[in-house]
């Protein structure tokens, strides 16, 4: 515990909610920090630029009344996730805002960039950088990141190929700070797998979607709730970048998912005028088979926390 900051010692459970593309919004947030794990959300999320700063007020006032209410169990800390990627122009526009609240944790994707780190280390943030393997795990710590967050195979979003053990053993030969794993985490079992592989946290993020608070389409959550892990289609088709999404979105659009081309990863954002993606194209990982209803957040924590020490005790008796 002792390569942890302060502020992610004392979780409920060792969970880090993943910030999910117009998924995640500010009562989200909220409701997963309160709940005992860090919540987060993309900068991106807000639209325009200026709803970030709103947000952020809103999110922290929130936190600090509900840490005055509750001395004794304050909410967990919250982060913002940063796209770094030559197709964000918001990216040092966001920074400003983000260093106003002094957002105490960022979460940095798909690009490292040292100005970026040390605008955050300018007043005390600790930053996470996601990364789908080795090689860009090394260049975010010598770039100046914190901790990690390791994207397995089977993550919703832009995940990676590896396995998790083949991951966080690698990253662990060399590293022994913060680390989280992604990739099909959905139970409190797989929380405390991710403990015995080596990581500090699990990074969760699809089980999510099919909450009361978040920001996702009723048909979104019910797809959630009906699909398994036979229903994720792997693919650069929508981005550039590969990333797992639900195929009956994808199906929905008109277009064969199982017949996608490859795309030019220069390239950020897709849509032939009858299908717009993020919108229609929906975005998810591996370990959804195991949600079967729209839940609270805060329910679907407790849910983890039960699960996850039970996990522990059926580990002692073994």
Known sequence: MEHLPENLRNLRIPVIASPMFIISNPKLVIEQCKAGIVGSMPALNAR?????????????????AYNKKHPDKPAAPFAIN????????????DMEIIMKYKVPIIITSL???EEIYEAAHSYGAFVFHDVIDNTFARKAIEKGADGLVAVAAGAGGHGGTKSPFAL???????????????GSIATGGSILAAQAMGADFAYIGSPFIATEEARAADEYKQMIIDSTSDDIVYTSYFTGVHGNYLKPSIEKAGLDPDN????????????????KVWKDIWGCGQGIG????VQKAKDYI?????????????????
């Open 111 to 113: 690009g490292a960039r």
């Open 260 to 275: 996608l081309p490859e795309r030019d990863p220069s390239k950020m954002d897709f849509g032939d005028g009858s299908y």
């Open 302 to 318: 407790a849910q983890l926390e039960k699960e996850y020490l039970e996990a522990k005790e059926r580990i002692r008796n073994l």
């Open 82 to 93: 940063q796209i770094v990627h030559r197709s964000n122009k918001r990216l040092e526009q």
């Open 48 to 64: 325009p630029s200026s709803q970030l700063d709103e947000w952020l007020h809103e999110i922290t006032e929130e936190l600090e």
């Open 168 to 182: 966080v053993q690698e990253i662990r030969e060399w590293f022994d700070g913060p680390l989280a794993l992604s």
């Open 290 to 293: 195991v949600i079967k209803k």
